[in-house]
């Protein structure tokens, strides 16, 4: 990082990049900008019910007839 060069601190380089100072003592140690983890997709009650959602726009269907069991 090039405010380290320079003999900053990483609080003073977090607060001119206005980030976290952990941020920045994570990005100082890992040497480089680190990659973002893939995040796993946490189910939603919705879920089940997405596939009947998808069909009924597909169909034109304003509303949905019948009880989903």
């Known amino acids: ?19 976290s100072e952990r941020t920045v003592q994570t990005w100082l140690a890992a040497g480089t900008f680190p990659e973002a983890k893939k995040r796993r997709k946490k189910p939603s009650s919705f879920d089940p019910f997405a596939r009947l959602s998808a069909q009924t726009v597909a169909g034109g269907r304003a509303q949905w007839s019948g009880a989903v069991a």
């Not at 990082?1 to 609080?11: C, D, F, N, V």
């Open 1 to 19: 990082m090039e405010g380290r060069s320079q003999g900053l601190t990483a609080k003073e380089i977090a607060r001119q990049l206005k980030m």
